[in-house]
C-alpha cells in the first residue's frame, strides 16, 4: 500500500546492485511513495548486478560513481542537480571489505586492504556529505541515511575490519549530523539493520548460522531487507523531520538483548549434546 510518503522528493540512492539488495528495496518503496532518484554504485559492482533492470522500473537512470573517488561523487551530484534542482534524500548503502572476502583474521589484516575498507566503507560517507554541503544539493529538512550494522558497538566474530568501519561510518553521522542540522535543518542518520542475506553478506562466512541466532535471539525476529526499505522510506519522510544523528537499531529488537529462551535452549540442547558424546 502505498501513502504518498514522499510524493515530489527527489533523491540520490547508492549501492542497489541486484533484488537481494537493501538499497534494491528502498528504490522500489520510494519509487512507489513518489519518489524520483537517480541510481548509483561503482562500475565495477554495476557490471555484476542488474541496476539498469531497476532503473527503468522505476523510470530513472544510472550514474556511475566510485565512492572511493571525490571527482566521481562530484559529478554525481552535478547530474542529480541538473536533472532535479536541489534534492531531499540520500541512501549510502555501502560496504565492502577484502579481508574478509579473503579470510583473513582481525589480528592479521592486510593493511591496504584495511584502508580500502574504511575508505569505501565509512570515509565514503563523509565525501557524499561534504560534496552535497560545498554543492548547497540538499534541500532544507533533507535527510540522508547510512545503513550500517551493530557489529559497531559489539565484536562479532568474523565481521572482522568491517566493524571498525561501521563505527566510524556512526561517528561520521554524528559529526556530520549536528553541522548539516545547524546550518541547513539537514538530517544525518544511520540505520542499524539485523544481518541480511544480501549479495555482499551472503560473502560472510557463516551467515546462515548467525541469521538463525539473531532470529532467536531477537523478540520480534530479524527485520527484512523490504521492512528496512520501508524504515528508510519514513526516515526520508517529513514525518520525522526532528530525527537527527541518531543510530536507529530496526533488528528486531537483538541490540537489547542479553540471552533469549529460544537461544537458551538452543546452547542447552548442544551442552547435552556434546556431554553424550
Known amino acids: 500500500m502505498s501513502y504518498n510518503l514522499l510524493k515530489g522528493k527527489k533523491g540520490i540512492i547508492f549501492g542497489a546492485l541486484n533484488e537481494k539488495s537493501i538499497a534494491w528495496q528502498v528504490a522500489e518503496r520510494a519509487y512507489e ?30 550514474v556511475a560513481a566510485d565512492a572511493s573517488s571525490l571527482k566521481d ?33 582481525y589480528d592479521e589484516v592486510n593493511y591496504d586492504y584495511y584502508h580500502k575498507t574504511l575508505d569505501i566503507s565509512a570515509i565514503s560517507f563523509h565525501r557524499v556529505l ?10 532544507d529538512w533533507g535527510s540522508i541515511i547510512a ?42 542518520n544511520t540505520i542499524s539493520q539485523s544481518p541480511t542475506l544480501t549479495t555482499a553478506g551472503s560473502g560472510v562466512k557463516g551467515i546462515e548460522n548467525l541469521l ?16 528496512c526499505a520501508d524504515y528508510c522510506v519514513t526516515m526520508f519522510s517529513d514525518l520525522t523531520r526532528k530525527v537527527t544523528m541518531q543510530n536507529l537499531f530496526h533488528d528486531g529488537g537483538f ?10 535452549m538452543m546452547y542447552n540442547k548442544s551442552i547435552e549434546a556434546s556431554e553424550q558424546e
Not at 558497538?153 to 559529526?175: C, H, P, V, W
Not at 525476529?221 to 523490504?226: K, R, S
Not at 541490540?255 to 537458551?264: L, P, V, Y
Open 147 to 188: 545503513l550500517t550494522y551493530v557489529a559497531a558497538q559489539r565484536t562479532l566474530f568474523r565481521y572482522n575490519d568491517m566493524g571498525d568501519a561501521k563505527a566510524m561510518l556512526e561517528s561520521i553521522a554524528r559529526s556530520f549530523g549536528y553541522i548539516y542540522g545547524r546550518e541547513n535543518n539537514i538530517r544525518v
Open 212 to 227: 538463525d541466532f539473531t532470529d532467536r535471539m531477537s523478540p520480534l525476529g530479524n527485520a527484512t531487507a523490504l521492512e
Open 255 to 264: 541490540s537489547s538483548m542479553g540471552m533469549s529462551e529460544k537461544a537458551m
Open 33 to 62: 511513495e513518489g519518489a524520483e532518484f537517480i541510481l548509483t554504485n561503482a562500475p565495477v559492482a554495476m557490471r555484476y548486478g542488474e541496476i539498469n533492470e531497476l532503473a527503468k522500473k522505476c523510470n530513472t537512470e544510472v
Open 73 to 105: 561523487i562530484e559529478n554525481l551530484f552535478d547530474v542529480a542537480m541538473a536533472k532535479y534542482g536541489k534534492i531531499d534524500f540520500v541512501l549510502h548503502s555501502i560496504g565492502m571489505s577484502l579481508n574478509v572476502r579473503k579470510g583473513l583474521k
Open 130 to 139: 561534504q560534496v552535497a554541503k560545498q554543492k548547497n544539493a540538499i534541500n
